[in-house]
Every structure is written in C-alpha cells, then in structure tokens.
C-alpha cells in the first residue's frame, strides 16, 4: 500500500529508490501521511513502512530492518517511551526520532524517551495555517536530522536541507589539534554547547563531576524553552552540581550550572568581581537561539582566556567560530570526539577549524573538565 489508511509495508526488494530507509510510528492518520509526504519528497529517503502502535513497530522494524524510526510519544496498546525501551533491549540500534508535542507534558514525556534510547526528537507542528505550512515545518526541522544521523547514506545533496550539514563521516580533513597556551590569568568559568544527543551527554557529563565546581558552568543546548526546563530540573536530581535554566540578570555562583532557556541567547557579563547571566532576544546565529557561538563570544569578552570551552555533539557547526575566539584569547577547548558522538557536526567543525585543544571520549569529558577547574582554581 503506497499512500492510504492502513499500515504500510514496502519489503526491502519492493523500496524503489536507494538512501535511508525510514519507518513511520503514529497512531494518527494524518501524521503518519504528513511524514510519510515529507519524507517521500526528499530523493535520498525511502518510507519503507508505517506503524499505528509500538506493538506493531516492534514486528515493522523485525520485519523491515530499517535504518531509523520516527516514533509518537502517546499511542495504544504500547506506547513510543516503551516501544524504544524494547528495541533497545533486543539491540536495535538505528536511530529514533521521537515525535513530541510542544507542551510540558510532551518535554517531559520526550526526556524519558531519549532517556530511553532515542535518539533526537522533533516537534509536531502545532499551529500550523495549513497543510503546506505544517509540512514546511516538518521538512524543516526532520529532513536535515535523519541526514546528520546517517550521512553515509546520503547519495547526493538533497536540496531540502536548510540547516548547515555537519561534516561527512567518509571524508574527514586532517585533525590538527591546537597547542596548549599558558592562561592569561586563572579559569573563571566553563562553557559548554551541544545539539543533537546533547540530552544525554549532558546527563553524563554533570552526573560524572565528583565534587561541586569550583567556577560557574554556563549551558546551550538546542532545545525549546519548556524542554530546557525539564532537562535542567533534571541534571538538577543527577550530580554533586546544581542546575537550573538561567534567569536574565542573576549573579552567576560556583557550584552551579546554568541551562540557556529555549528561544533566548545566553550571554555572560562582568560583574565586580563575579560574572552575571544575560538573556537577549536577538536573531538566531547559526540557525539557532540559544546560540553556542554567542555563549563563548560573550565569556572571552567578559573574561578573555580564563575561560575553558566545552562542545558536545550536534548537528551543524555552532559553536566553531566561538571556540576559535576561546582560543586565539589563550582560553582551553574540549570537543567530544565523533565515536562517542550522536553526530560528529559541532565537535567535527571545531576540530576541523583547528580550534580544539584535546579530543576526548564522552567518558573523559568531565574528568577533563575538572582537572582545567583545579588548575585553574580562583
């Protein structure tokens, strides 16, 4: 069945077209032919099939091996949090884009799924004028995640990807890693951006500190602002740190980590002999708000050097230019590096511009983190 009310199921000797093969979970109808229309337009995505339940999706993937799953939060019979907690347990490990609704509940519902297993998640396009309009939107924020998840499968440009790409995994510049420099005073704070993944990298990485940090640690993570919420109050519950979403204006204290809300910059600022969060309204850089990129921009005019720089996974290349900026004022920069990463976009980059001054395993980030903190005690 190409197009209609009922499941679909295209066998792998039936797919028409080479690229990822992509199956389709939701309980609605309507949702399940708007991504199935998205994706259909895009040439190197096939939807190979579709599922009403996560009953149905756990036989689909059995039966189809696909290479990544949209999946709905809330459907009969078994919903999308326990349909990924199964594919996890029989070791499926493609990749799962969770379809969310944009309200406390779905955050919150959305958090428990990729601490689940999920991969990424996307937004339903609530509010949309029309049927143009919402598929616009999907296509806009799905299409260019399933080709940073698998940039090995793409075949060719596909025009339909509006956000920056992150680097190809089967081509790679040469790695040069930056020369450490002496910090032009000591470490008064730690940046730190991610994207795709960032969810739960961020987990990893707060829930591995061992002891309260001893500067301030500022956070992007590309997310909407209900989501940065529930993902600080989160972080708050799972480490020695404390976390919350950063207010406008707040003196910023050691031992604690500031979350940027969704839909705002956030800058830091001097104040006396401490630092201030700003939070600012002003146009998206990189595609994105929060923007890492004005993050580290705002540290090393507050600060100079005695700033450490952190990038995580991500999609795109945000982050790149600030992490130049760390380090050209005598600053240290850490990426994750691309086997530990969801997508190597964000680290990728500021490897690649020449910015990172060490690669590191997600596993080593905040033993890393912690070292600079110590040697650079106030």
């Known amino acids: 069945v190409r197009k209609g009310l009922t499941d679909r199921v295209l066998p792998p000797s039936c797919t028409e077209r080479p690229g990822i093969r992509v199956l389709v979970v939701d309980d609605s109808v309507v949702v399940r032919r708007l991504v199935t229309r998205v994706l259909d337009a895009d040439p ?9 339940n996560g009953r149905l ?3 689909r993937v059995a039966q189809l091996a696909p290479d990544l799953v949209t999946m709905d939060i809330e459907m009969p019979e078994m919903d999308g949090i326990s349909a990924v907690r199964q594919l996890r347990a029989d070791r499926h490990r493609m990749p799962i884009i969770m379809f969310s609704t944009l309200t406390e509940r779905g955050a919150v519902a959305t958090l428990d799924a990729l601490s689940a297993g999920a991969t990424d998640y996307v937004t339903k396009p609530t509010g949309a004028t029309g049927m143009e309009d919402a598929l616009r ?6 299409v260019p995640k399933i080709h940073a998840l698998l940039p090995g499968h793409r075949p060719a440009p596909v025009a339909t990807v509006t956000a920056p790409s992150p680097l190809p995994s089967r ?43 001893p500067v301030p640690i500022a956070v992007v993570q590309h997310m909407p602002a209900l989501f940065t919420r529930q993902l600080a109050d989160r972080l708050d519950r799972q480490g020695v740190a ?11 204290r050691d031992g604690h980590v500031y979350i940027a809300p969704g839909g705002r910059h956030l800058t830091i600022e001097a104040a006396g002999r401490g630092l ?16 890492v990129d004005v993050l580290f921009r705002s540290a090393v005019q507050a600060l100079g050097g005695r ?5 995580l996974t991500g999609m795109g290349a945000d982050g790149a230019a600030g992490a130049g900026r760390v380090a050209d004022a005598g600053g240290t920069v ?8 969801v997508v190597w976009g964000m680290p990728g980059a500021t490897a690649a511009a020449g910015h990172a001054h060490a690669i590191l395993p997600l596993t080593e980030i905040a033993g890393a983190m912690e070292r600079a903190m110590g040697e650079g005690r106030r």
């Open 44 to 52: 190197g995505i096939e939807v190979v099939g579709t599922a009403s």
């Open 57 to 59: 999706a756990l036989s």
């Open 307 to 311: 700033v450490l720089a952190v990038v």
């Open 334 to 341: 850490l990426v994750q590096d691309e086997p530990s990463s």
């Open 242 to 252: 404390t976390v919350s979403e950063a207010t406008d204006g707040e003196l910023m």
């Open 171 to 213: 081509v790679r510049p040469r790695i040069q890693l930056r020369e450490r420099s002496t910090r032009p005073g000591p470490l008064h704070a730690v940046v730190l951006g991610s994207s795709t993944g960032g969810p739960a990298a961020l987990s990893q990485v707060i829930g591995q500190l061992t002891s309260p940090p």
């Open 276 to 291: 201030r969060a700003r939070l600012t309204d002003t146009a998206p850089v990189n595609y994105s708000r929060p923007s």
């Open 137 to 142: 939107r999907v296509g806009e924020e799905l």
